[in-house]
């Protein structure tokens, strides 16, 4: 019904700076929906990066990424970005996008980000 397509990961120096995109196919074009990012460590528990809803653009970042990433959406709405900026080696984790409408949940498969010197 909804499928994501992420991009945008790789190797950058700590300092350096990231965009992530994720593109959504299938039904998603409901009145109410939320998009977004989270990340996953090996082990680790998927938290919440940031999320973007339609219709009204409204934001919400977790507190470890305000100032530094930032989460936007194209005029079609069908393609969101994580613009990430001063990446700390903490940062390393695969990245998944995140759709959410009509009381449904879908995930992409995630593309690691590898902050290391």
């Known amino acids: 019904q909804v499928q994501l397509v992420e991009s945008g990961g790789g190797l950058v120096q700590p300092g350096g700076s990231l965009r992530l995109s994720c593109a959504a196919s299938?039904?998603?074009?409901?009145?109410?929906?939320?998009m977004g990012w989270y990340r996953q460590a090996p082990g680790k528990q998927r938290e919440l990066v940031a999320t973007i809803t339609r219709p009204f653009g409204s934001t919400n970042y977790a507190d470890f990424v305000k100032g530094r990433f930032t989460i936007s959406r194209d005029s079609a709405e069908n393609t969101v970005y994580l613009q990430m900026n001063s990446l700390k080696p903490e940062d390393t984790d695969v990245y998944y996008c995140?759709?959410?409408?009509?009381?449904?949940?879908?995930w992409g498969k995630g593309t690691l980000v590898t902050v290391s010197s």
């Open positions: 995140y759709h959410e409408g009509r009381g449904m949940s879908t």
């Open positions: 299938g039904s998603i074009f409901s009145i109410f929906y939320t």
